[in-house]
């Protein structure tokens, strides 16, 4: 693991995202409105929707062009859709995201 | 002869670990106990119950005079210890020295006092021990008197809810947005916040403390940030704790937020223990007792050369506050696979809520009914595997065994007095009685017993009584719930809204029943919606609960980009308007501009990044948001008129104006859509509008419920009045009247359909109070929202919103 500082969690509107910029493409912050902290692609599986900009509710985000919803735990499609995201460890700690990057590195480096 | 042991601090975990101690072996130590505060041991958990008057200072004393006497206590009470010699082995206290042969620290935390301005004016206190509780009782003894808590913690509200007990005017000042935030999730916190504003506590989040005012030395009121002055006779700070380490730290043991212990409670020096408050162990720091007496036992044992070993588990919370019922235990930070158990019953105020994760519980919160708080605390504690329980968990102990329910066996196997209707207190019986006495329907219930008439949540359950006392002659009707969240309908969900005054999301969540924690995408934007259509003064609209386009302000694209629009009063425009708009076209790379079918000019495919930046031009310019993303007014499409046509009759280009001056901001279930054309030729399609305005010789034909979108449809007159004046007051009271009564997402047209025409006619044509009193309502929420988004939105801080919050691209090119 390679934790990386991204900033204060309070940069992340409650219920909201923020997205990360990558070598492996927009990485999406979701903090939760019980103030949890998930990572995924930002990008929607069916056609390509910014899964940042979406509703989220309970541990879920609603994708804003067609409404998939996707589990911001396991990244998998919920309901009747078939798809999944890409999810990656993040952490709070005192106040600050602290995001796994082993992976983007690793792409970066092959 | 006995090994001479010397405790510092009298205090909860110290005085279970003599209790231990003097169990096992009564004579292998000769104790002497240091305590700054003047007294020795008392149960401190149980000053909250002295403060409100439940209990009295005597009732709380563990240890009294005779304990320590009898197991020869050397006790130095109201004596500080200054010093530790550890080469020595000597603790030196205020009033001389007392050689150890193993020495305990038990200092506990001092109170955390943030450093405002003012913060060390008379009448500022923590609440941590007997002498602040006094203070705060002899508040109680004169009439009149405020306070002012800071923190909405366990201790502040514990101080808030004694004071207020004993007649105290009491405001509670939380920085967060909810009470409790670290140990309750939102729908708690509410239920917690109505629980403390019924006992007559003003409660204030998201409130941000900035000084202290005094006079005399002595403080006088709270400042906010805001501009906000609380007055007060006594400020409580309750914000945190910090572990008391600095006697450990300058006698040179390790430590790090706390003294470091290990195990077996042993500091980095062989002689010296610690336990309480004042340690960290393995990273963990405490501020519960719990895990502090077994701390106890296991530094006791240690003492006594006997093997023990610390383990730290998971601890729960209860806030000692009558009336107010809470439980929580466990884990609710971040991880995988989590699953949660939400489970409401608003007319008992209960709200339940379990997080699994692998099928184990690992948190739970409680409010209203904690029964089973300790057997779900259990199976966190010990793992239990519940998958063969998933089904009934939720509804504790008594529910395990049985085959799952069926809610129709289930209202069947009621007891006969069970209560069905907890507003008018109806029990199963009453509609057994009145069902057999004739009544057929849902409103014969309703007539006879008054079950389900007033917050109507218990529908369900007499409709499933109805069904097994009539058998096949009643079919349970199955009207469209709104979603999965909740078995309303839009329409239940307004009228409950309003009768219950419903006035935040929590509350909704909460007193109708959610089913799940925050709904869905579904209802959230239509609870929203409702929430500021008929509260637009008391509540905020929430832009997490707006789809993109309305949370950004702005159309997304199907590439992820936006289109932006400004407003075109009327669709009349100015070479400068227009000469902006190609200058912002330009600077932002504007791939396509576009006339759009509303009369106005769209820029298509800007990037989300630059939103802020060209909404900033377009402001300068002196244009604002067209809101061409909205279920808000759109557009108001004029043609010529009088102005410059021949045949125009009145001035529609004025009157398109002034409606799209009076209306824009508005949010309504759908978007909505005006046009005014200056003769019946309508050149502006007014026939097949939302609401159409054509002018005529004598005035103004006002016609609404067109559409010419997935459906084509004309218009209907719906009045003909003979001024502008009165052609804006119907307009602004047909869409308030609109606004009040549709269901989220339906346009006037499907509306209008549902309520007849013939009745918005009597509201806004007839009535002339009515229409008066719905225009006023309108203005009432057009003060709050006539704004425009995009000024709001570029300001530097909200603007951030619209950036990367970082961008490693770059760092990794480094
Ligand atoms: C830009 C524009 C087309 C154009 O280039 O002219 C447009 C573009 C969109 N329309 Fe429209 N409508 C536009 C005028 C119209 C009109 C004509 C009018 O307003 O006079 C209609 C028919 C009149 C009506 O509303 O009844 C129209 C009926 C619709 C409908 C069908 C509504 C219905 O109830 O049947 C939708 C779908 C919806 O809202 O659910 C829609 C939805 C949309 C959306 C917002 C689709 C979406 O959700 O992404 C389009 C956004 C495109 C984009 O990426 O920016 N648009 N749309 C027009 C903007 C007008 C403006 O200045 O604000
Ligand atoms: C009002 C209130 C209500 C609470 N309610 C609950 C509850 O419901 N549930 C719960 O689990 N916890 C509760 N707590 C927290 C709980 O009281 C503490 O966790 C617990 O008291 C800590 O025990 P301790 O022995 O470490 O420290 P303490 O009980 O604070 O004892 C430390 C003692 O050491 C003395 N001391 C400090 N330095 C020196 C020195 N240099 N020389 C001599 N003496 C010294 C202090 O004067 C103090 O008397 C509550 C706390 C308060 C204040
Ligand atoms: S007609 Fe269809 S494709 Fe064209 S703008 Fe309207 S919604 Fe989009
Ligand atoms: S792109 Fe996400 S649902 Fe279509």
Redesign the interface.
């Known amino acids: 693991m390679s934790w990386?500082d991204?900033?204060p969690v309070d940069?992340?509107?409650?219920?909201?995202a923020?997205?990360?910029?990558?070598?492996v493409g927009?990485v999406a912050?979701f903090r939760t409105?019980?103030?949890?902290?998930?990572a995924t692609s930002d990008r929607c599986p069916h056609?390509?929707?910014?899964l940042s900009?979406?509703?989220?509710?309970?541990?879920?985000v609603?994708c804003?062009?067609h409404?998939w919803?996707f589990s911001l735990?396991?990244g998998q499609a919920q309901g009747a859709d078939e798809g999944s995201i890409d999810?990656y460890a993040?952490?709070?700690e005192g106040g600050k995201?602290l995001l796994d990057?082993s992976r983007?590195?690793a792409v970066?480096a092959a | 002869m006995s090994k001479k042991l010397v405790v510092i601090g009298a205090g909860m975990a110290s005085g279970r670990m003599l209790e231990t101690l003097f169990d096992a072996d009564p004579a292998a130590y000769d104790v002497t106990l240091f305590n700054t505060e003047p007294r020795g041991n008392y149960n401190r958990l149980m000053l909250s119950p002295v403060l409100s008057g439940e209990k009295t200072y005597a009732e709380i004393v563990t240890h009294d005079d005779d304990w320590y006497a009898q197991h020869n206590v050397t006790c130095r009470f109201g004596e500080r210890v200054v010093h530790i010699d550890r080469d020595r082995k000597v603790v030196v206290g205020e009033n001389g020295e007392v050689p150890y042969d193993k020495l305990v620290l038990g200092m506990g935390s001092t109170p955390f006092m943030i450093p405002l301005p003012g913060h060390d004016l008379d009448g500022v206190i923590p609440y941590r021990d007997l002498e602040d509780t006094e203070r705060m009782m002899g508040l109680g003894a004169k009439t009149g008197s405020k306070a002012v808590v800071i923190g909405g913690g366990l201790l502040g509200l514990e101080a808030a809810a004694g004071m207020a007990a004993q007649g105290v005017d009491v405001t509670v000042v939380h920085i967060m947005?909810h009470l409790m935030?670290r140990q309750l999730?939102?729908a708690a916190g509410y239920l917690l916040r109505k629980a403390l504003v019924d006992k007559g506590i003003t409660v204030m989040c998201n409130a941000n403390s900035k000084e202290i005012l005094g006079q005399d030395g002595k403080v006088r009121a709270l400042l906010l940030d805001d501009g906000t002055e609380l007055p007060c006779d006594l400020l409580v700070m309750a914000v945190g704790i910090r572990p008391a380490t600095a006697l450990g730290e300058a006698a040179g043991l390790a430590t790090g937020r706390g003294i470091h212990v290990d195990d077996q409670m042993v500091t980095s020096d062989a002689d010296i223990l610690a336990l309480g408050e004042c340690v960290e162990h393995n990273g963990a720091v405490f501020g519960l007792v719990a895990p502090l007496y077994d701390q106890a036992k296991v530094l006791a044992q240690t003492l006594l050369g006997q093997e023990a070993t610390f383990v730290n588990k998971e601890v729960s919370t209860k806030l000692k506050v009558t009336g107010c019922d809470l439980f929580s235990a466990g884990d609710?930070?971040?991880?995988?696979?989590?699953e949660?158990i939400v489970f409401r019953d608003p007319a008992r105020g209960v709200y339940k809520r379990l997080i699994l994760k692998d099928n184990r519980i690992i948190g739970a919160v409680m409010y209203g009914d904690t029964a089973d708080g300790a057997w779900f605390y259990g199976m966190i504690k010990d793992g239990t595997d519940v998958s063969d329980m998933r089904d009934t968990l939720i509804f504790g102990p008594a529910y395990q065994g049985g085959a799952a329910l069926d809610p129709m066996a289930a209202v069947a196997a009621l007891p006969d007095e069970a209560e069905i209707c907890g507003c008018n207190g109806v029990s199963k019986i009453d509609i057994v009685t009145a069902i057999q006495g004739g009544a057929t329907t849902l409103g014969d219930i309703r007539a006879t017993t008054k079950a389900s008439a007033s917050c109507g949540t218990c529908t369900g359950l007499v409709e499933q009584l109805m069904g097994t006392t009539l058998g096949d002659d009643f079919v349970i009707p199955t009207d469209q719930a709104i979603c999965g969240c909740t078995d309303l309908t839009h329409e239940a969900l307004r009228r409950l809204i309003k009768s219950q005054e419903l006035k935040s999301q929590e509350a909704v969540w909460q007193e109708l029943g959610w089913q799940?924690?925050?709904?869905?995408?579904t209802c959230?934007?239509a609870v929203n919606y409702y929430l500021l259509a008929d509260w637009p003064l008391e509540y905020a609209d929430d832009?997490?609960?707006?789809?993109?386009n309305e949370?950004?302000h702005a159309n997304?694209q199907?590439?992820?980009t936006y289109s932006v629009v400004p407003r075109m009063w009327g669709g009349i425009t100015t070479p400068d308007e227009l000469r902006a708009i190609a200058d912002a076209a330009d600077k932002y790379n504007v791939p396509t501009v576009k006339v759009t079918g509303g009369q106005r000019i769209d820029l298509l495919g800007v990037k989300r990044e630059d939103l802020p930046a060209i909404w900033f031009d377009l402001n300068q310019a002196g244009m604002v948001s067209g809101h061409a993303y909205s279920k808000g007014l759109r557009t108001v499409k004029t043609c010529v008129g009088t102005d410059h046509c021949r045949f125009g009759t009145q001035d529609s280009t004025g009157l398109g104006i002034k409606l799209e001056k009076e209306l824009w901001g508005s949010w309504t279930p759908h978007k909505l859509k005006l046009a005014v054309s200056g003769c019946p030729r309508n050149c502006a399609e007014a026939t097949c509008k939302d609401i159409g305005v054509i002018c005529v010789d004598s005035g103004y034909e006002i016609s609404v419920g067109g559409a010419a979108g997935m459906e084509v449809k004309e218009t209907e007159l719906l009045c003909k009045v003979a001024t502008e004046a009165e052609a804006m007051e119907v307009i602004c009271a047909f869409t308030q009247l609109y606004r009040e009564q549709a269901k989220y997402l339906d346009r006037i047209y499907k509306w209008v359909a549902k309520v007849g025409l013939e009745w918005c006619k009597e509201q806004v044509v007839d009535d002339l109070e009515n229409r008066r009193a719905l225009a006023d309502r309108f203005e009432v929420s057009q003060s709050v929202y006539r704004t425009d988004p995009w000024a709001e939105q570029a300001r530097p801080e909200p603007a951030?919103?619209f950036t990367?919050?970082?961008?490693?691209?770059l760092e990794?090119a480094e």
Not at chain 1, 18 to 23: A, Q, W
Not at chain 1, 47 to 50: C, L
Request: some cysteine.
């Open positions: 990386l991204i900033g940069q992340i509107p409650l219920r909201g923020r997205v990360v910029k990558t070598r927009c912050l409105a019980v103030d949890e902290v998930f056609k390509g929707g910014p900009e979406g509703i989220v509710h309970g541990r879920a609603t804003p062009l409404n919803v735990e396991t999810t993040v952490r709070v995201i990057t983007f590195e970066a | 947005g935030e999730d939102p609710f930070a971040e991880g995988d696979d989590r949660d799940t924690l925050n709904g869905c995408h959230r934007p832009p997490q609960s707006r789809f993109v949370r950004r997304i199907k590439d992820g951030k919103q990367p919050i970082a961008d490693l691209t990794a």
